[in-house]
Structures are given as C-alpha cells and as structure tokens.
C-alpha cells in the first residue's frame, strides 16, 4: 500500500463517524501488544488551546535531550503533521507500512464480531505503534474529543495529564452544561497521577472534586503561576512567571494573544512537575518556548494585503480572537473570511464578530458537517453587514485578498481548521 492507498483507507474510515467508547481501541491496541504501555505520556485535554499546550510542552522536552513524540488532530494541510518527533513529521511511507501492518487487524476484528475501529482509533493505534517501535522517552498525547471515553484515554498511568479549559462545545457527545462536559474531560485524571489545569468557575469545581476522588494533587495555574507581560508585537510575547516563590524573569514566546500567555502557563505547571521527577534545565524551558510554533493560530502573515489566520472553530475561541485582534490591531476593520461548521454555535459565533469586519465572505469548509453555509451568511445580512457567499474556500480566498487589498485592510480569516488547512498552503504559496 503506497501512501496515497493509505490516506484513501484511512478516509474511507469515516464512515464509521465519531463513536466514542474503549472497546474498539483497546482490542485493537492488545492486537498490537498494548504500545501504549511501553512510552512515557503527558496527556492534555480541554476545549481551546490543548494543540498550543502540547507543542510548547513537546518542544520544551525535546530542548531537554529527550526524544519527544507529539500526536495532535486534526492535521492541517497534511495528515503526517499528526506524528512529530522532535518537531519532525513522521515519513509518508512510514504512514504506508503502519496502515498496512494494521489493516489485517481491523480485518481480522470485524470477522470476529467487533465493531469497526473508527478512524480516530485507528490513528491513535498508529501513534502509539510508531512511537514505541522509535523508543521515545515521553510521548505528548492530545486528547481528541472530551476525554473519558476518547480513544487516547487508554493511556492507563501518564506522567502527568492537565485539562486546558472547558467551554460549550461537541454538545451532541459530551453534555449540554459546563459542568456535564468537564466531568467528561475529567475522565482523563487518573488516581495519584498530577493534574494542571486553567479552568474556571463550574468546570474547576468539577476537576478540583474528581482530582480529591481520585487522590490527584491538583496545580491550578490561575491561582499557583503568576505571570506579569512586559511587552508584546506581531513577533511575540515575553513575560516574567512567579511560581513557588521564585521567578522566571523575560520567557519568550511566538504565540500572540492573551490566550496563549494562559496556554504557556499551563505548560510551564506540566513542565515543573516533570521537572520534579526528570531532568528539564531552566533553559530548556526558555529555549523551548521562544521556539514553539503552532500554525493557524493567531498566526501573522504580512503582505499586501496582511492576512491574520486564526482557527477558531467555537464560541470561546472567536471570543479569544476577538480579544486578541482588539489588542492587537485597535481600531482596524479586517475584512472577514468565515467558514463555521454547522454543529458550532454560529449565532453565537456571529454575535462576537458582528460589529468587527467592513465586509464578510462565507465560504464552505471542506467536510460534510459544514451544513448550511448560507445560515451563516443570513445571520450577518439580517444585522445589516455586507456579506458574499463564496462556496469554495480557494475562491473566497482570492476574492477576500482582493477586496481587503481595494479597502487598505487587513483580511481576516477564521473558523473551521478544515478551511485553515485548506487556505493556508495556497496563501503561503502566494507569499512566497
């Protein structure tokens, strides 16, 4: 099987949709002589900012001498940014011959009256096969939707495991309040293993009781890291963090936005209690962060006209960006690329950048679960804003580059990664 054959079978794979539960994986990975159990995991959770997390995490270890797997999804414009060690993407045939060596498995498993493992469980399985054939010393797990019964949740003893933040998001799986959907993402703590988190409110209530059930100690990096900003541009953020008394003066980062400065907390309460077990020097930790990079997040691009991408697939994330883009470009109205997936919620999403843009092209993400795009464009249309409907998102590119070019602006472009991974390689093209 060449790697075009593997990335067919693969996609072919979603039909089996999104089908939480253990059972699949779980027999899938005892097929495989349970990989899982044979690699070192920091597994990370929540609704934003978990990819951020794991590759300033990810590239923090591997700035400390340790080879370092980092497994994220969805991928962006190439299904081999999902595998990295040290930074870099696993090969094309190395796809091929992990697809190839599970595929009698997933055969084998039908026959003998399983279900299907999903696609998800599927690449996870590769994850865990491809790091333990390499010998990595940890592994920075991300987990894929909720936590408890995800499939990267059969990792039975991590290191340490830390929820980002919990927000509205993925209702139809994982509950319909704060509270229902961090005891979901709670599932992730395990009994005596450390948990770092950033949530809030409800959701810190609920991770605060299942961590004192499950006899976890608990960093709470709102209330246990102090960070103080000393400046900020188009080319990063640095500040100084105070934990436990001592501080950590002029850390640098490439991440933009008030969020990320969150998301670099969070990493740095993972860090510090690895650093409690591990060797991880201080200038690990300054090196790893000022090299961290996590593309279509908040991410600059100049030109003419300057494009600023940013992946905001839910409320709170729009939310995030819209504080981020008042921060840094006051008084700017961008010209918007839109495209939100129809099991977001898109009036809210609507109602936190109506007053932003001068004018908004929709455009369709490319997947099933894009819906109506022309909802998206009414909802706009009916506050008075001037939208056009484009339905390929190449196309709305070009006509959005154009226009903000004819306003002098900057074009915007938001929403489903599936359209950021669509966009970004052509619009980097074009730069370049």
């Not at 072919?12 to 044979?38: A, D, H, V, W, Y």
């Not at 500040?239 to 740095?268: C, M, V, W």
């Not at 908004?360 to 819906?371: D, E, I, K, S, Y």
């Amino acid at each position: 099987m060449n790697y075009n054959e593997a990335l067919e079978f693969l996609s072919n794979l979603t039909k089996f949709g999104i089908n939480l539960g253990l059972g699949r994986i779980s027999e899938l990975l005892k097929r495989l002589g349970n990989p899982q159990e044979k690699v070192k995991v920091v597994h990370i959770g929540g609704t934003n900012g978990k990819g951020s997390v794991c590759s300033l995490t990810a590239s923090v270890l591997a700035e400390a001498g340790y080879k370092t797997g980092l497994f994220t999804s969805p991928h962006l414009s190439r299904y081999t940014e999902r595998y990295k060690i040290n930074g870099k993407e696993i090969s094309p045939e190395r796809v091929s011959q992990l697809v190839t060596e599970i595929r009698p498995l997933l055969l084998a498993m039908v026959e003998e009256g399983f279900e299907h493992p999903t696609e998800f469980e599927v690449s996870t399985a590769m994850a865990f096969k491809y790091f333990a054939e390499e010998e990595v010393d940890f592994v920075v797990l991300e987990v894929g939707l909720g936590g408890l019964i995800d499939s990267t949740n059969v990792v039975s003893r991590p290191e340490v495991v830390a929820i980002t933040n919990v927000g509205m998001d993925h209702m139809d799986y994982l509950g319909n309040t704060i509270t229902e959907i961090a005891r979901v993402k709670a599932g992730i703590i395990k009994p005596g293993v450390p948990v770092v988190t950033a949530a809030t409110g409800e959701a810190l209530e609920v991770i605060k009781e299942v961590a004192k059930e499950k006899n976890s100690p608990l960093l709470d990096v709102n209330k246990d890291i102090v960070l103080n900003l000393k400046e900020k541009s188009l080319k990063g953020q640095v500040f100084d963090l105070i934990y436990r008394g001592e501080t950590y003066p002029e850390i640098k980062i490439r991440l933009l936005g008030a969020h990320q400065l969150l998301n670099a907390k969070t990493s740095f309460g993972i860090l510090n209690i690895l650093r409690e077990k591990y060797n991880i020097p201080v200038e690990a930790i300054y090196r790893g962060f000022s090299n961290a990079t996590w593309s279509g997040r908040f991410e600059y691009i100049p030109g003419n006209p300057p494009v600023l991408l940013d992946g905001a697939h839910n409320h709170d994330g729009v939310r995030a960006l819209r504080q981020a883009f008042t921060d840094y470009f006051p008084g700017v109205k961008p010209v918007l690329l839109l495209g939100v997936l129809a099991d977001k919620e898109r009036e809210k999403v609507v109602a936190e950048l109506l007053d932003l843009p001068l004018e908004v092209v929709v455009t369709r993400p490319p997947t099933p679960r894009a819906g109506d795009i022309t909802v998206l464009a009414r909802l706009f249309k009916e506050k008075g804003v001037r939208v056009k409907v484009i339905e390929e998102p190449t196309e709305a590119l070009s006509y959005g580059l154009e226009i903000a070019q004819e306003y002098q602006t900057l074009l915007l472009i938001t929403g489903s990664l599936y359209m950021i991974g669509e966009i970004r390689p052509l619009l980097l093209q074009d730069r370049d």
